[in-house]
């Protein structure tokens, strides 16, 4: 498994993974909360279609005067059949990469979020601590990006950042066999020391974003986005 790179490991503040890897556990225990609600409330919806298919073949019974042993048994299937297929889905849902594209601006960070928790374990152990750094970024970008113009270059140079250099990053790793990803290329470093060092780059950039919308400076922002296409994603 590759280790964090050496210049990796001084830009994550540890102080800031710990305080992360708390707001993580909280949110997960939220989204479990709510995984939970979304199952009970899709077996009522089942229970109660179920309920009524054998109402409804009872009602049919009393008028008709009573229906055949055939007729009975299809009912009993077509009510099992019924809460069988509800009871699955719709399946529980899950944020795609699709989902950050026509995701509002101020629900990006957070199904940006959403998504990266989902692909953490196709990532190498040594990415857990950018993982959790860009956490931290967008729980500190979020409340901005709620007030920020949908049609200005600040919102695009976001969205850029957010819905196509990040999920690029991550898939292109994850489109790399899984025996290779450890192997040193010419470079000297490996896969998953470029996807660290990338991660960590989107972490800094997701905070220097921030700071610049902070300021209102729209200028540092476009600046930022181009750097990091020179930074990272150009070298692939």
């Known amino acids: 498994m590759a280790q964090v790179p050496a210049r990796t490991s001084q830009r994550v503040s540890q102080e800031i993974v710990r305080a992360a890897r708390r707001q993580?556990?909280?949110?997960?225990?939220?989204?479990?909360?709510?995984?939970?609600?979304?199952?009970?409330?899709?077996?009522?919806?089942?229970f109660l279609a179920m309920a009524g298919i054998y109402v409804a073949g009872l009602v049919a019974a009393l008028v008709l005067g009573g229906v055949s042993?055939?007729?009975?048994?299809?009912?009993?299937?077509?009510?099992?059949?019924?809460?069988?297929?509800?009871?699955?889905?719709?399946?529980?849902?899950?944020?795609?990469?699709?989902?950050?594209?026509?995701?509002?601006?101020p629900e990006l960070a957070g199904s940006t979020e959403l998504?990266?928790?989902?692909?953490?374990?196709?990532?190498?152990?040594?990415?857990?601590?950018?993982?959790?750094?860009?956490?931290?970024?967008?729980?500190?970008?979020?409340?901005?990006l709620a007030v920020l113009d949908e049609r200005g270059p600040a919102a695009r140079e976001v969205r850029k950042l957010l819905t196509e250099h990040l999920p690029e990053m991550v898939n292109s790793y994850t489109r790399i066999p899984a025996q290779l990803r450890?192997?040193?290329?010419?470079?000297?470093?490996?896969?998953?020391?470029?996807?660290?060092?990338?991660?960590?780059?989107?972490?800094?950039q997701i905070e220097a974003m921030s700071e610049d919308l902070s300021?209102?400076?729209?200028d540092a922002l476009a600046t930022r986005g181009r750097f990091l296409e020179v930074?990272?994603?150009d070298r692939e």
């Open 24 to 46: 993580r556990a909280a949110r997960i225990y939220n989204a479990r909360k709510e995984q939970w609600r979304f199952r009970m409330r899709r077996l009522r919806r089942a």
């Open 231 to 233: 930074k990272y994603l």
């Open 69 to 105: 042993f055939t007729a009975s048994l299809l009912t009993f299937l077509l009510g099992l059949a019924v809460f069988t297929v509800l009871s699955i889905f719709p399946a529980t849902p899950r944020t795609h990469v699709e989902d950050l594209n026509t995701a509002s601006l």
């Open 215 to 218: 300021r209102n400076d729209v």
């Open 182 to 204: 450890g192997r040193a290329g010419a470079g000297g470093t490996s896969p998953s020391e470029q996807l660290v060092d990338g991660l960590c780059v989107i972490a800094d």
């Open 115 to 144: 998504w990266l928790e989902g692909r953490r374990k196709a990532l190498p152990n040594a990415a857990v601590d950018a993982v959790d750094m860009i956490g931290v970024r967008l729980e500190q970008l979020a409340p901005q």
